[in-house]
């Protein structure tokens, strides 16, 4: 294993560190638990937080700031935050008009911030989940964990972070959540695998000349394995899936999100997007927004993952709206 | 004066048992949670149990009740993940029925146990089969109740809670998941033994090692 | 090789097709050669270009926009581009006031470059060119090609870009720039090779415990190879020979950038980023401006490396004004 | 009726050899790149001639200049890096010597070459022993001029050229490289042939074996 680190047990640590001397202006560290949070918290606003398992930087933590999170909970590489993180992270952002926990749906995930969530309702604060389950790989079933949170975080955290900035109430914000995470399909896949740095070695191992389709952003497994294809069947695969599951329509207006699993270099990216763009205009499918580039990242792995958000006019606006974050920023 | 039952210096020692097997193990869980998961699961488990060990040594205690929620609480706040939670509540669930107990003889850890299994599968909401811990934990609780049932010593029981954990984490393998991160890979998920039936087993284990002496 | 591509041979034209669409609101292809131009050139401005091999995206291509270059020419995957993409993009984007080359040090970028200023200036078009060549890894002498330009460029794209778009002229802007290349030093270390597609296997091999010091942009091997060390040993290494080599002084204010190779995960340059920090204070040296992030890669090579510009007051403003391109966005 | 001499046949069939034997030796360039550079000079130099001999086959020419010139100037705008301008000047210089000549004899190529390779010095600016295309090209020149002097054949003096050449590019191999992307090696470049002698040899060789007919 070869990685830019100090020690496996400081990696978590060490990255924070160096994010908030990069961002001080942005953002900075819960003086007791592990979170980050926005510099200035703003009091008249719904306090929006997420987190989860670090290794998918720039989320969750470099989407804290102007117009996005107020705070983010990391735990340790692919492990979900404990419950008093996102406890005092509530605690210490919340303004007074209440908490959106925005959480992905993982079994540890929903353990934990379902934990908090109790211990702050306990305490009459104001406080609601949504939970994203946007990864059209995952088989939904009420027998199942159901499906995975993936791309469509992202631009929840976006989407709901500009709402929330205007002064919505928690009710509007979280109904907005819910319709973001209604509308929002993903499918992602592997041309490696990841190396967790406690670990050591490799989550698994994909041949010379294999990929893993349907990938998760953990390194686990995806729903089937094949050689390596060309981008341009990789996009239908993938954005077949996406666009027959909701399903996507002929006029339908999207946000078309190219997410890079962190070791594939942008060129590729962008050549992703010009397939996907040439499959969703024989569709008829409009692509009115996008995002390409390394959001929502498996450590090292090198693939990528296919996000559709079907749009409404709030949805533009509010992605449109200015945002300042260590990851994400315009307009300002 | 050792009667065969629970104190607080065997639970205490039960703690470091649970440390250093889940330390052995710590590559091998986190190798399971590779196939099926996000290979962290040794991690996780030998992070908590390390600071949990820390905990309870750093403590006087009157009573198991409070060692066991000590362990609970530090489990909460270390482990992460889905374990992390589930074997919180496990502890906590347990912890309540020990209370102010300076010991416990099998049917009261019977017991202690069962309200930590009922714990686990109120809030994972797994059932039987679903390729989980609580394919190793219950029937490891149930054949605790019929050794209790049967009159036999901690010793005795846990011996054979040992025995049935084991069976239980075996015949994950071939099952499909349906719960936590390996219910992603459907099908594929056969022929893998469950990484948190895996260290029930052996936090199991380390109970029964420690009544050993 | 496992990459998201189509054929070998379109690689730099589908991704710049890819980018393009995406970032339409920006950019376009010029209609002739393969140049990226600013969608809205506008007249009253020097013309600031550069380009180079394709591969280190999102450099240059990624740069064009309002505050930074006005076209980029990208040639094949770490091949410089023909004189014909200089001359025609230059001819395209002057409004009059003349034209910038920005030129990374590599004999094959210098003679192309050369070949379209000669182009140029026999016209009668005001043309000048600038030479980054700020990477400390290569000894500089008369009698060898000196030093590679490397991480420098990018800060010299994006301050010299400010200082055009206030409507500086063409002696103003190349004397700007001459000042951030006398100004701005560099070094890089790789822990793994990278393939060019063409090629279709790693141009250098590492083995599993070892890294390169002192690696080019362009896969080529470094100075020296060694076992790998911790990121404080690694940026202790980069970071002497940056801070020795100018050298830079206690009180100096600078900016510091550490970039990454492609492959590597943004944690870990936050690592990198929190071990120069702590670095540079112990000297004295005052971080007041940062970038971390992939800026100028190796296509999917991990590794990092590390610039400092010293600033003065005008290219401190000069970095804080707003820029608006695909790559890097801020204030507007 | 052939003199022996490079006519606009033989010289678009040298076109059409030297993109055969750089295609040919495409991944040996670039793994020779691979050593002490970037990878490309077999991708760079298999794209620039394919290219060239596309362009001299769809024209008509009356004069070998003509062709030297369309292989020149597409060079110039395909190649790109480093080679791309030194072989466009390698070509064009000598273009300008064999501009309106119908044919060229041993003499009259040797000063072709040798205005061709004046081009490359002026331009990168190479000594002899940099450990580069100029170690194997001026030899090559060299042998032209001195084999001319003696009253040798075309096919004669381009056999010796190629000798020379082959020297020439295998005597890079102790050297360290002083110009190029190689140079940053320092000593570490030494041990290793040059891609740009190796290219040079075969194109004197594909010229060579373009007059064998
Ligand atoms: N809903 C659940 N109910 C019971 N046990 C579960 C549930 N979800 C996951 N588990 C157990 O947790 C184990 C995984 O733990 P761990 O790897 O630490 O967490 P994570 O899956 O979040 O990475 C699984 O092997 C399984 O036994
Ligand atoms: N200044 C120079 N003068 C003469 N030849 C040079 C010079 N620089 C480079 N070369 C030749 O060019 C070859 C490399 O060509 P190529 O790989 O196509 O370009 P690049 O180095 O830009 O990738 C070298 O092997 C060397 O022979
Ligand atoms: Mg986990
Ligand atoms: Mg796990
Ligand atoms: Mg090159
Ligand atoms: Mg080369």
Redesign the pocket.
């Given at each position: 294993m070869k990685k830019l680190i100090n020690e496996v047990e400081k990696v978590v640590e060490e990255s924070l560190q160096g994010l908030v001397k990069a961002h001080a202006d942005l953002v900075k560290l819960h003086p007791s638990v592990r979170a980050v949070l926005r510099v200035d918290s703003p009091k008249e606003k719904v306090a929006v937080i997420s987190g989860g398992?670090s290794g998918h930087e720039p989320m969750h933590t470099g989407f804290v700031g102007f117009g996005m999170l107020d705070a983010a909970c990391p735990g340790e590489i692919?492990?979900?935050p404990t419950p008093d993180q996102m406890y005092e992270a509530a605690k210490t952002v919340n303004g007074g008009k209440g908490v959106l926990y925005i959480v992905k749906n993982?079994?540890?995930?929903i353990?934990n911030f379902q934990m908090a969530a109790d211990m702050l309702a306990g305490e009459g604060i104001p406080v609601e989940q949504v939970i994203i389950n946007d990864d059209v790989a995952v088989e939904d079933s009420l027998y199942t964990?159901g499906r995975r949170g993936v791309g469509g975080t992202v631009l929840a955290e976006k989407i709901v972070g500009a709402k929330a900035e205007e002064g919505a109430s928690l009710e509007e914000v979280k109904k907005l959540c819910e319709r973001v995470n209604a509308n929002v399909r993903s499918m992602g896949m592997a041309l490696t695998s990841c190396t967790v740095p406690a670990a050591g070695k490799p989550t698994f191992e994909l041949g010379p000349d294999e990929m893993e389709i349907g990938i998760g952003i953990?390194g686990e497994p995806g729903r089937q394995r094949m050689k390596v294809k060309t981008a341009r069947d990789i996009v239908e695969m993938l954005a077949t899936a996406v666009v027959e599951d909701l399903p996507f329509k002929a006029g339908d207006e999207v946000l078309a999100f190219v997410n890079g699993m962190g070791g594939t270099p942008l060129s590729e990216l962008y050549i992703v997007y010009n397939d996907l763009s040439d499959f969703l205009e024989k569709k008829g499918i409009k692509i009115v927004r996008n995002l390409v580039g390394n959001y929502i990242t498996s450590l090292e792995m090198q693939g990528c993952s296919i996000t559709l958000l079907r749009l409404d006019e709030e949805m533009k606006r509010l992605w449109d709206a200015p945002v300042c974050t260590p990851g994400l920023r315009w307009g300002m | 004066m050792d009667n065969g039952k629970l104190d607080v210096t065997k639970a205490i020692e039960a703690v470091k048992r649970i440390k250093d097997i889940v330390d052995a193990n710590k590559e091998y869980l986190t190798e399971?949670?590779s196939a099926?998961?996000?290979a962290?699961?040794g991690i996780?488990?030998s992070r908590g149990f390390t600071k949990a060990l820390e905990k309870v040594k750093s403590n006087e205690y009157n009573d198991i009740g409070s060692v066991f929620k000590d362990v609970a609480m530090t489990l909460m706040s270390t482990?992460?993940?889905?374990?992390?939670p589930?074997y919180g509540t496990f502890f906590m669930k347990a912890s309540m029925k020990l209370a102010a107990q300076k010991e416990a003889d099998l049917s009261l850890l019977a017991q202690a146990f069962r309200e930590g299994l009922q714990g686990?599968?109120a809030?994972?909401?797994?059932q039987l089969s679903?390729?989980?811990?609580?394919?190793a934990l219950t029937p490891a609780v149930e054949a605790l109740e019929s050794a209790a049932k049967d009159g036999l010593t901690l010793k005795q029981g846990l011996e054979k809670a040992l025995a049935m954990a084991e069976k239980g984490m075996k015949d994950t393998i071939p099952m499909v998941a349906r719960?936590?991160?390996?219910s992603y890979l459907g099908e594929r998920s056969a022929g893998h033994q469950?990484?948190?039936?895996?260290?029930?087993y052996l936090i199991l284990k380390a109970f029964y090692d420690a009544l050993e002496g």
């Open positions: 398992g692919f492990t979900s993982y079994s540890g995930d353990m964990a953990h | 399971l949670d099926i998961g996000d962290d699961h996780n488990m482990v992460g993940g889905a374990a992390g589930l686990v599968v809030l994972g909401k797994a679903d390729k989980t811990m609580v394919d719960k936590g991160r390996a469950d990484p948190g039936a895996t260290s029930s």
